[in-house]
């Protein structure tokens, strides 16, 4: 089991437009450039980067999803208190 993950995400206010991005990503657009020009959170400016955390750091239902998530895989939307958030894992340990 993972003790850490790094990850990217994308936040949004609202549902549909979280699954609109995720098709945009599954299609082929760059998770990277869908976060910088959608996502409502700092991390935006790199791409959606969080770098890498371990557990505890994250609240619950993000760090549930991201730590299930497998490398290379986009995990969502979650539903938190700040919004959608669909999380791209790039590397777990």
């Known amino acids: 089991m993972a003790t850490k993950v790094h990850a990217a995400h994308i936040l949004v206010k609202d549902q549909a437009k979280a ?3 995720l098709a945009r990503i599954k ?5 990277e450039s869908i976060a910088k020009q959608y996502s409502q ?3 935006k400016s790199k ?3 969080l770098g890498t955390f371990g ?4 609240v619950k239902k ?6 299930t998530g497998k490398k290379g895989e986009v995990v969502g939307p979650v ?4 919004g ?10």
């Open 19 to 21: 699954f609109e991005l």
């Open 27 to 31: 299609s082929g657009e760059s998770f």
């Open 41 to 43: 959170c700092p991390s």
């Open 47 to 49: 791409g959606g980067d």
């Open 55 to 58: 557990r505890g750091q994250m």
């Open 62 to 67: 993000f760090e549930d999803a991201a730590f």
């Open 79 to 82: 539903k938190t208190e700040f």
């Open 84 to 93: 959608y958030h669909l999380i791209k894992i790039i590397d777990s340990q």
